[in-house]
């Protein structure tokens, strides 16, 4: 669990951290890629491939508001202006009781 950033109350909350934000923007890379890439496939029909370029344009510019993002939330961190909710998981997936399918293998 994360603490919350010592300082104001006052501050700003945010609701993803520096990693998550990094996790979309992979995903949101591979998925540009692939755009680009079927945008460029001779087989594909020109509607196919003209709705590739579109997902990937829009991809592109989603692609520069969370990086925008995320340089406003690492600067503001370092500046102390932003404050981190305590983060805590509850997995159910990995739990030998909570899992039907483990629990099922176990027996």
Known sequence: MRAPIPGPANRPQ????????????????L?????ERRAREADLAPTARERCKIGAARLRRWQAHLHRCLSELLADIDA??????????FKMYNDSELNPVIRAEST
């Open 31 to 35: 998925k540009r890629a692939n755009a």
């Open 14 to 29: 945010y609701s993803e951290t520096p990693g998550e934000l990094c996790d979309r923007l992979l995903i949101i890379a």
């Open 80 to 89: 102390g202006r932003a404050a981190l909710a305590p983060r805590w998981e």
